[in-house]
T-cell receptor, first 113, second 113 residues
Framework: DQQVKQNSPSLSVQEGRISILNCDYTNSMFDYFLWYKKYPAEGPTFLISISSIKDKNEDGRFTVFLNKSAKHLSLHIVPSQPGDSAVYFC????????????FGKGTKLTVNP | SQTIHQWPATLVQPVGSPLSLECTVE??????LYWYRQAAGRGLQLLFYSVGIGQISSEVPQNLSASRPQDRQFILSSKKLLLSDSGFYLC????????????FGSGTQLSVL
């Protein structure tokens, strides 16, 4: 049972345009969401997070939006740069439960020059 | 600052051979430690986590085991590797509550032949 779903295995965008990566979750107990970025043969690095008490969090070119009613979050990258090409993982956790991060399968983003 | 070291970076092992992957964290005390595996097309799967010396929790039944002989050392082992153990293994640490913003090592690419 996959609690965190990234339904698009890959996404390709032009440099300078917006990249939108989507993530859906099924567990309504999740209250903290994170995005990680991973280059080949490297460990994932933390990108941005959002608590369930918010619906938006922004950090430079990266913005995460959370729609709790739809159990959906998205990562927007504006403007996209070739160096953003990587696999992006969505992750979720909750307090009071097992408190373990649950990851999606990832979306491979390619930003074309 | 905190750093995490994981080795080796790549490993090719025959089926039936033993395995030992080591991970150490520097610059922090009493971290939570984790072993993840990224198999092809399957995202990041939590294998083990530890909240203290000698305390290991297993997430999935498998051919692997973990140990934490020291506060900042986490070891992943197997007595006899299977073909299905191939994958990219990641060590990670966090502070505060479990899974709050994980920091990953650089990973070990294990190929079992």
């Amino acid at each position: 049972d996959q609690q965190v779903k990234q339904n698009s295995p890959s996404l390709s965008v032009q440099e300078g345009r917006i990249s939108i990566l989507n993530c859906d979750y099924t567990n309504s107990m999740f209250d903290y969401f994170l995005w990680y970025k991973k280059y080949p043969a490297e460990g994932p690095t933390f990108l941005i997070s959002i608590s369930s008490i918010k619906d938006k969090n922004e950090d430079g070119r990266f913005t995460v939006f959370l729609n709790k009613s739809a159990k959906h979050l998205s990562l927007h990258i504006v403007p996209s740069q070739p160096g953003d090409s990587a696999v992006y993982f969505c992750a979720a956790s909750w307090k009071g439960g097992s408190e373990k991060l649950v990851f999606g399968k990832g979306t491979k983003l390619t930003v074309n020059p | 600052s905190q750093t995490i070291h994981q080795w080796p970076a790549t490993l090719v092992q025959p089926v039936g051979s033993p395995l030992s992957l080591e991970c150490t964290v520097e610059g922090t005390s009493n971290p939570n430690l984790y072993w993840y595996r990224q198999a092809a097309g399957r995202g990041l799967q939590l294998l083990f986590y530890s909240v203290g010396i000698g305390q290991i929790s297993s997430e999935v039944p498998q051919n692997l085991s973990a140990s934490r002989p020291q506060d900042r050392q986490f070891i992943l082992s197997s007595k006899k590797l299977l073909l299905s153990d191939s994958g990219f293994y990641l060590c990670a640490w966090s502070l505060l509550q479990l899974n709050e913003k994980l920091f990953f090592g650089s990973g070990t690419q294990l190929s079992v032949l």
